[in-house]
């Protein structure tokens, strides 16, 4: 059984991510084959339903690109059905306390541990083994992260570091920035001394560190900083920058 992401994680290397909001197993095959160590695939924002999440999990095997779904909380209702479709790492939106991080981790575990259901049918086949018994021996290398993206996850900081089986506390700077009044300006020196906070506590505590950067310069930067995790923006980003880059200066 091979989670490639988990690998990277346990050899201390950067993880490079891309995320995709749109119900597509060509975008999904595609953001998969280019070079990316973890396609983040959005069931939070967007129409990504159950059976396309499942199809564009299918679509990544053959790489070493790690599947990764955000969900909208930490409830089995949500993760059984992705997991169950192979994915090797679960993203958990809003983990403001430690009670949710609690939840994040039952949510992914086997008992007991946790509280997933027993249903490895199709997830052993993207893992490399259609042996479900081989699967539960690797299923707690699924990666389990957690956005620091309100300021009460700023707040709370320490409790939330400390509860076992995240594996990645990744600072998810808009939502941060709205959470304190500051809508789409992540810059807002308010909202940059939070991100010092969450960094410094994230780092001083030997965890993970993960974050958004549009750049291989911003990556580069973080890097710098400590980050492990990053994420290089997301398809629509690059649609835009693609259209942009074909049109500008076109003399029509």
């Known amino acids: 059984m091979h989670n ?27 953001l998969s084959n280019s ?14 339903d159950i059976a396309s999440c ?17 969900v909208m909380e930490p409830s089995i209702s949500y993760t059984k059905p992705v997991l169950d479709s192979g994915a090797m790492g679960i993203i958990f939106p809003m983990v403001t306390s430690k009670e949710a991080a609690e939840l994040a ?3 992914v575990r086997y008992p007991p541990e946790g509280e997933r259901g027993w249903g490895p049918f199709y997830a052993p086949m993207r893992w490399g083994n259609g042996n479900s018994m081989e699967y539960y021996k690797a299923s707690n290398d699924v990666v389990i992260i957690a956005l620091i993206e309100h300021i009460e996850s700023i707040e ?7 509860v076992n ?7 998810a700077p808009m939502d941060l920035a709205a959470s304190m009044g500051h809508v789409g300006n992540r810059d807002h020196p308010d909202v940059q001394a939070a991100i010092k906070r969450g960094e410094k506590a994230i780092k001083d505590a030997g965890r993970v560190l993960g974050g958004l ?38 003399k029509r």
């Open 105 to 107: 981790v039952k949510a």
């Open 165 to 171: 089986g995240i594996d990645v506390f990744f600072i």
């Open 54 to 70: 499942h199809h564009m999990i299918t679509a990544t095997a053959g790489t070493q690109c790690a599947p990764v779904v955000r």
């Open 4 to 30: 490639p992401l988990r690998e990277r994680l346990n050899q201390g290397k950067v993880c490079a991510g891309i995320l995709t909001s749109m119900p597509s197993v060509n975008m999904a095959q595609t």
């Open 35 to 48: 070079g990316f160590d973890w396609l983040f695939i959005d069931m939070e924002h967007g129409p990504i």
């Open 156 to 162: 709370n900081i320490d409790a939330i570091l400390g």
């Open 213 to 250: 950067c549009l750049s291989a310069d911003e990556g580069n930067s973080k890097i710098s900083d400590g980050y492990q995790v990053l994420l290089m923006g997301f398809d629509l980003l690059l649609l835009e920058i693609g259209t942009k880059t074909m049109l500008d200066g076109l």
